[in-house]
């Protein structure tokens, strides 16, 4: 599988992004889908999770209630709508995909794949 995520870019602070990461193949709906995120000098991070069916879903709790993750298995596309952007969402923002089970949502190393990254830069 390969993921190409894209819709980045600079927004105001309270402002909206919605991200989009399109996968190849005809497998995608066998696939977990997370966003990551890396702040400049900090570590990669888990931002959200999306069962393959598209009926559960995980977010941090700096997240919660701004983020929204959803896919369309139709379109092998996976979405990060994110609203009320602070400048603390400011990084770079991966796409990935695990074949692993729902309850290692959150972990990086069960990811199989991952896009190139999109930076999301939030000014105050």
Do not use: H
């Given at each position: 599988?390969?993921?190409?995520?894209?819709?980045?870019?600079?927004v105001?602070?309270?402002?909206?992004?919605?991200?989009?990461?399109?996968?190849?193949g005809?497998?995608?709906?066998?696939?977990?889908?997370?966003?990551?995120?890396?702040?400049?000098?900090?570590?990669?991070e888990?931002?959200?999770?999306?069962?393959?069916?598209?009926?559960?879903?995980?977010?941090?709790?700096?997240?919660?209630?701004?983020?929204?993750?959803?896919?369309?298995?139709?379109?092998?596309?996976?979405?990060?709508?994110?609203?009320?952007?602070?400048?603390?969402?400011?990084?770079?923002?991966?796409?990935?995909?695990?074949?692993?089970i729902?309850?290692?949502?959150?972990?990086?190393?069960?990811?199989?794949?991952?896009?190139?990254?999109?930076?999301?830069?939030?000014?105050?």
């Amino acid at each position: 599988v390969q993921l190409q995520a894209s819709g980045g870019g600079l927004v105001q602070a309270g402002g909206s992004l919605r991200l989009s990461c399109a996968a190849s193949g005809r497998t995608f709906g066998r696939y977990i889908m997370g966003w990551f995120r890396q702040a400049p000098g900090k570590e990669r991070e888990f931002v959200a999770a999306l069962s393959r069916n598209g009926g559960s879903t995980y977010y941090i709790d700096s997240v919660k209630g701004r983020f929204t993750i959803s896919r369309d298995n139709a379109k092998n596309t996976v979405y990060l709508q994110m609203n009320s952007l602070k400048p603390e969402d400011t990084a770079v923002y991966y796409c990935a995909a695990s074949t692993s089970i729902w309850g290692l949502r959150v972990r990086e190393g069960v990811y199989d794949y991952w896009g190139q990254g999109t930076l999301v830069t939030v000014s105050s």
